[in-house]
Nanobody
Framework: QVQLVESGGGLVQAGGSLRLSCVASGGTFSNYGVGWFRQAAGKDREFVAG????????IYADSVKGRFVITKDNLKSSVYLQMNSLKPEDTAVYYC????????????????WGQGTQVTVSS
């Protein structure tokens, strides 16, 4: 059983930056692919960024390419999402997730989820 705990959300002005963190406990973190997803009010959960278990592959949603960076630190059992040039449309609850296997963009394939952290970007 893997537990994931996110932190780092908050209120930021448009153009600002935030760094989300997600710490995992249980299991062997180096074996897991990881992803960040977000859900805005009234909308479906959407994929933001993902990294394969070996770090060889990263994928980003088109809406965040060039602005967000996902990193994974196996020694700290942590995954991070550096968010730059934030826009009001980035406002959402952000979730980290972990899974076995190489596919990293499909939310349905993730077995473990954090509780989410709110990110609000003001205009």
């Amino acid at each position: 059983q893997v537990q994931l705990v996110e932190s780092g959300g908050g209120l930021v002005q448009a153009g600002g930056s935030l760094r989300l963190s997600c710490v995992a406990s249980g299991g062997t973190f180096s074996n897991y692919g990881v992803g960040w997803f977000r859900q805005a009010a009234g909308k479906d959960r959407e994929f933001v960024a993902g990294m394969s278990w070996d770090g060889d592959r990263t994928i980003y949603a088109d809406s965040v390419k060039g602005r967000f960076v996902i990193t994974k630190d196996n020694l700290k059992s942590s995954v991070y999402l550096q968010m730059n040039s934030l826009k009001p449309e980035d406002t959402a609850v952000y979730y980290c997730a972990a899974k076995h296997g190489y596919e990293i963009s499909n939310a349905r394939l993730y077995g473990w989820w954090g509780q989410g952290t709110q990110v609000t970007v003001s205009s």
